[in-house]
């Protein structure tokens, strides 16, 4: 296994607030990051030692930064497969292409996750709107249908009730590619971020807690308010995926939590998965020795990963659009830490910045 050592310079794909946090936690080691994306303001610019504004198509570019830099990872799994193909063909790029090639399928996820023998809902592939009718006659309603391809924050998702129209969902889907996943009575959703290095080497952080808000995930808890023995389970499951499918970086893995066990007495099954740093790990900012940015640096460049004994519990908020403007309010609470994106306007649903509660030592004590 090779080791890049501070000094060196690591290249990232896409300039979010993903890529951002990672070029200052990639500083605090130095390190340089050098940034890949198309425009000029992206968060991640303002705090990187390089950026080359260019397409995800534009293979000169490509070519050109990969020259630039030691070791490559990327901070968004939507990426074209093209682009850290291009790239990993001069430097190692983290995750590996095959990797991200799953990430982005979620009929591919959902398979290699039962080969894994990770549980999931039941699903069934469909292509048309009349396959689609088909597997409705088949599925108890409700459902849930979503794009096969490039979905995330509910976005090319729709809920399929009794009697409504299949031409309807298939529209309002908006994908060549569906899939339609049996409805789950959940009790909360789950998550835990793995580290992996490429000797093999990885670490869990503990599984935590999260709350959505119109498809958008509004708080994490950690620790997940949930039996330890669930939480035990899906830090399993998660680092068993990771070891299947050769990740080096991170991989943030999702679940439901069921409200009784299943067939095979399964109480976790996956919902999806993210190779990269995920607003799930965003907690570990604060309340962990080591960051979920700070851990991606250490396994893409082949240093030991960090310790991921949280020493605070704690709650993560995220700050969605008009939310930021509070940013006066929590820089006045205790055992607040405000990290704020940088962007330039404020949207509704953009996600703007994130605030980090600390609620007291991780073993209960306050």
């Known amino acids: 296994m090779k080791v890049f050592a501070p000094g060196s310079t690591i290249g990232i794909l896409g300039g979010g607030q993903l890529g951002r946090m990672t070029a200052l936690a990639a500083a605090k080691l ?11 303001n992206e968060p991640a610019v303002g705090v990187a030692a390089a950026h080359t504004c260019a397409g995800f198509d534009d293979r000169a570019a490509l070519e050109a930064f990969a020259q630039s830099v030691d070791v490559a990872t990327l901070e968004w799994e939507n990426v074209p497969v093209e682009a850290p193909e291009i790239v990993g063909k001069h430097v190692p790029m983290y995750p590996g292409v095959e990797v991200l090639r799953m990430a982005q399928d979620r009929e591919q996820e959902k398979t290699f996750a039962r080969q894994a023998g990770v549980g999931t809902a039941d699903f069934a592939i469909v292509r048309s709107e009349a396959e689609l009718a088909e597997a409705m006659q088949r599925f108890s309603l409700p459902a849930i249908l979503k794009s096969t391809r490039m979905g995330y924050d509910g976005k090319g998702q729709v809920k ?6 299949a031409a309807q969902a298939w529209r309002e889907m908006g994908s060549q590619v569906g899939i339609l996943e049996a409805f789950i009575d959940f009790a909360c959703e789950v998550s835990v971020i793995v580290a ?13 807690e999260n709350v959505h808000r119109h498809h958008i995930l509004d708080r994490t808890f950690a620790p997940a308010r949930v039996d330890p023995s669930i939480a035990d389970e899906a830090v399993q499951a998660a680092q068993l995926m990771a070891r299947k499918l050769g990740v080096v970086g991170l991989l943030a893995v999702e679940f439901f939590v069921l409200r009784q066990p299943d067939g095979q007495g399964r109480r ?3 919902n999806e998965i993210a190779p990269r740093p995920h607003n799930s790990g965003h907690w570990t900012m604060d309340a962990c020795p080591t960051s979920q940015f700070e851990q991606l640096v250490r396994a893409v460049c082949g240093l030991p990963l960090g310790d991921v004994t949280p020493h605070s519990r704690a709650e993560m908020l995220n700050l969605i659009g008009e939310d930021a403007n509070r940013w006066e309010e929590f820089l006045k609470m205790p055992q607040t830490s405000l990290h704020l994106y940088g962007k330039d306007d404020i949207r509704p649903g953009r996600k703007m910045g994130h605030v980090n509660f600390l609620k007291g030592a991780w073993n209960g004590k306050e």
């Open 30 to 40: 130095g390190y340089r990051c050098h940034i890949f994306c198309p425009g000029k």
């Open 160 to 165: 399929i009730t009794s009697g409504m129209d």
């Open 196 to 208: 992996a290095r490429a000797d093999g080497e990885t670490l869990a952080y503990p599984a935590i």
């Open 268 to 270: 976790v099954l996956l």
